[in-house]
C-alpha cells in the first residue's frame, strides 16, 4: 500500500469549474512533489515543495496553482482547466529534494478529465 | 541538461524467461539511477535504484547494472512471471538551481504470458 495519499481517484470538471487535488503524507518527508502523467508516457515534474516553500516551478500555467499547507500536505487548485490538461495527477514525497538520499514515493494519482 | 534513452519502448516475453530493459544517460554527473514500476491505473512503485558508487545491485528476480564510463544501466528480471507485467521507467538525477530532480525515460512496456 501506498503512504502517500491522493484525493479524489477520479475527477471530471468543465472548463470553468474550480476544484482541488488533495495529497497526505504522514512519513515525515519534508519535500513534495506534483507531476502530471499523459497516457503512455512518462510523469512530467510540474512543481516541488521543499520544507514547505515552493521550489521549483516548471513553468506550469497559471491555471494549475499548488498549496503546501504544512508539511504533510500537498494541495493542487484547478481553475478554468482546458480539455489537454486531462492527465493522471501523481503526488510524490521524498525525504529532501537530494533524491539520491532517499527514495521518492508516489501516490495513486488522480485521474481528471476536463470536458 | 540530462537526458534518458530507453529502450525498448515494448518487450514480450514467454513466463520463465529473462527480461532485459537499458538505458543511457548523458549527464556524467548523474549519481543515482532508480527503477519504478507502474501498474495498471496506479502509480510508479521503486523496485530497484543504484548509486554511481556501485556497479550492480540485486534483489531477489530483480537486478540492475551499472556503466559510469559508457553511462549506461540496465534493469534484468529472470524467471519473469505474469504478475511483472507492467510499464518500467528508468530515472536518472539532473542538479537544477540548487535542487535535484528525476529526469525519466520513456518508458518500457513488458508484457509477460503465461
Known amino acids: 500500500d501506498t503512504e502517500v495519499t491522493q484525493t479524489p481517484k477520479h475527477l471530471v470538471m468543465g472548463m470553468t469549474n474550480k476544484k482541488s487535488l488533495k495529497c497526505e503524507q504522514h512519513?515525515?518527508?519534508?519535500?513534495m512533489y506534483w507531476y502530471k502523467q499523459k497516457a503512455k508516457k512518462p510523469p512530467e515534474l510540474m512543481f516541488v515543495?521543499?520544507?514547505?516553500?515552493?521550489?521549483i516551478n516548471e513553468s506550469v500555467p497559471s491555471r494549475f496553482s499548488p498549496e503546501c499547507p504544512n508539511s504533510s500536505l500537498l494541495n493542487l487548485h484547478l481553475h478554468a482547466l482546458q480539455p489537454e490538461d486531462s492527465a493522471l495527477y501523481l503526488c510524490?514525497?521524498?525525504?529532501?529534494?537530494?533524491?539520491?538520499?532517499?527514495?521518492?514515493?508516489f501516490g495513486e494519482g488522480s485521474r481528471l478529465t476536463v470536458l | 541538461g540530462e537526458n534518458v534513452e530507453q529502450h525498448p519502448s515494448t518487450l514480450s516475453v514467454q513466463e520463465g524467461d529473462s527480461a532485459v530493459i537499458k538505458c543511457t544517460y548523458s549527464d556524467s554527473a548523474s549519481n543515482y539511477f532508480p527503477w519504478y514500476k507502474q501498474e495498471l491505473g496506479k502509480g510508479p512503485q521503486l523496485i530497484i535504484d543504484?548509486?554511481?558508487?556501485?556497479g550492480e545491485k540485486k534483489d531477489q528476480r530483480i537486478a540492475v547494472t551499472l556503466n559510469k564510463t559508457a553511462k549506461h544501466f540496465s534493469l534484468h528480471i529472470t524467471e519473469t512471471q505474469p504478475e511483472d507485467s507492467a510499464v518500467y521507467f528508468c530515472?536518472?538525477?539532473?542538479?537544477?538551481?540548487?535542487?535535484?530532480?528525476?529526469?525519466f525515460g520513456a518508458g518500457t512496456r513488458l508484457a509477460v504470458h503465461p
Open positions: 530515472a536518472a538525477i539532473k542538479s537544477t538551481g540548487g535542487y535535484n530532480k528525476l529526469i
Open positions: 512519513m515525515g518527508h519534508r519535500a
Open positions: 543504484i548509486r554511481s558508487n556501485v
Open positions: 510524490a514525497s521524498s525525504q529532501n529534494t537530494g533524491l539520491n538520499t532517499g527514495e521518492l514515493f
Open positions: 515543495y521543499s520544507y514547505e516553500k515552493l521550489s
